[in-house]
């Protein structure tokens, strides 16, 4: 898929006032830093489509894009940030558990890992959440360029091992870098061909 637009369409705190209408949609989510911005903007060819905060954590707010018109790329918050109370933890989970059970026009969600730490409980039980709700989703490793080719290898083998402790089968999994423009061709060509089924 080539990138012929991408712009922005609105921010929302409630999922209820997220678009009405049925444009598919494909939502990006991970652990506050791990690189979700800089991917965002590295898939949509644009420097700052999605802004990096400067305060992990603090915007709560489902993002959405629409790209070439045909689908809608959201960026939801960071989770797992360690400085927010209890209470904001679990409005939180209740604000992400409502988006992915009430957006049906969702086709799949991406869960963003960083590729050089060894898989994490938040991002195993999330991903685990996903299954048991029925939600498609795949894996996005980020930062592949901090590791050298047979390190990439190595973790990703141990998040296969990982995973297939509680999983029959694999989710797809992508291996990306938004510096050095890795894994832009797959992710699109994923949600190409999901897109027109
Ligand atoms: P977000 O909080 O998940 O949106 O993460 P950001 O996109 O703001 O990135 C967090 C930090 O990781 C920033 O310092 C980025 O420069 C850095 N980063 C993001 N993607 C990459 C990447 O592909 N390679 C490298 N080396 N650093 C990255």
Redesign the pocket.
């Known amino acids: 898929m080539k990138i012929k637009s991408a712009e922005f369409v609105m921010s929302n705190s409630e999922v209820a006032k997220c678009p009405k209408n049925r444009i598919p949609e494909y939502a990006f989510i991970?652990?506050?830093?791990?690189?979700?911005?800089?991917?965002?903007?590295?898939l949509t060819d644009r420097k700052s489509l999605?802004k990096?905060?400067g305060r992990?954590g603090k915007t709560q707010l489902i993002n959405h894009f629409i790209i070439n018109d045909e689908w809608y790329l959201v960026?939801l918050p960071?989770y797992g940030y360690a400085r927010v109370s209890k209470t904001s933890k679990k409005k939180f989970q209740k604000f992400i558990t409502n988006y992915f059970e009430q957006r049906q026009q969702l086709v799949s969600a991406f869960v963003?890992v960083?590729i050089r730490h060894k898989p994490q409980t938040i991002d195993l039980e999330f991903m685990q959440y996903l299954g048991e709700n029925g939600i498609p989703f795949g894996i996005i490793f980020?930062?592949?360029?901090?590791l050298k080719p047979n390190a990439i290898d190595n973790h990703v083998e141990d998040y296969c091992k990982e995973l297939l402790k509680t999983w029959e089968e694999l989710p797809p999994y992508f291996i990306?870098?938004?510096?050095?423009k890795?894994g832009q061709d797959d992710v699109l060509n994923f949600i190409d061909a999901t897109n027109e089924e």
């Open positions: 991970g652990r506050s830093n791990v690189g979700k911005s800089s991917l965002i903007n590295m999605a990096t905060s992990p960026d960071g963003l960083d980020t930062k592949a360029d901090k990306t870098s938004s510096s050095k890795i």
